[in-house]
């Protein structure tokens, strides 16, 4: 995966603590249309949108993507 290194540091930023949606297109945001990280891991099934408390919608890593980490951390690169 050529962005293999930005999707992980995005799981890894959001298996920190759920973030609002907003917040991670405010964070993630980029002006590069080749660059869609949120898109490719929400494609890879990585992180999910789900409806939080009040209506707010909430990203949370998948099991997928807590396995993506750690296999990632079971094998650094070189």
Do not use: H
């Not at 540091?9 to 660059?35: F, G, H």
């Not at 898109?39 to 009040?54: A, F, W």
């Amino acid at each position: 995966m050529e962005n293999q290194s930005l999707v992980a540091d995005l799981v890894s930023w959001i298996k920190a603590k759920p973030r609002t949606y907003p917040e991670v297109m405010d964070a993630w945001k980029t002006s590069c249309p080749r660059l869609s990280i949120w898109e490719d891991t929400v494609q890879m099934g990585l992180v999910k949108r789900e409806l939080g408390d009040g209506g707010t919608s909430i990203v949370t890593v998948t099991k997928k993507g807590e396995a993506f980490l750690q296999t990632l951390n079971d094998n650094p690169p070189a």
